[in-house]
């Protein structure tokens, strides 16, 4: 799988922003997103059972991050909203191809993307 992340950027806080994730290739059974902020490690934020699109959040971040993903263009989204300094990190989107392993552990995805930078100004 070939993924392209991409839809990061500076944003003041309380504002918004969405994440795209383009995916190519080989079938796969969730794509998730994680975050990694500089010094710290890599963060679950949400994922998505792409053929039945149930999703899943890290509890912290429930209520402003939704994921969604468009079928036909074999695309996940992430749409952040009210952002805060303390979301700023690197955001990558990650597939995994087999259904075992739990959704958060990032060691379970086999495919990654580049990750794309949110800064959130205050």
């Known amino acids: 799988v070939q993924l392209q992340a991409f839809g990061g950027g500076l944003v003041q806080a309380g504002g918004p922003l969405r994440l795209s994730c383009a995916a190519s290739?080989?079938?796969?059974?969730?794509m998730a997103w994680f975050r990694q902020a500089p010094g710290e490690e890599r963060d679950f934020v949400s994922a998505?059972?792409?053929?039945?699109?149930?999703?899943y959040y890290a509890d912290s971040l429930r209520g402003r991050f939704t994921a969604s993903r468009d079928n036909a263009k074999n695309t996940g989204y992430l749409q952040m909203n009210s952002l805060k300094p303390g979301d700023t990190a690197v955001y990558y989107c990650?597939?995994?191809?087999?259904?075992?392993?739990?959704?958060?552990?990032?060691?379970?995805?086999?495919?990654w993307g580049q990750g794309t930078l949110v800064t959130v100004s205050s």
């Open positions: 998505i059972r792409w053929t039945i699109g149930s999703t």
């Open positions: 990650a597939t995994k191809t087999y259904s075992s392993g739990t959704f958060y552990d990032p060691s379970n995805y086999n495919y």
């Open positions: 290739g080989r079938t796969f059974t969730h």
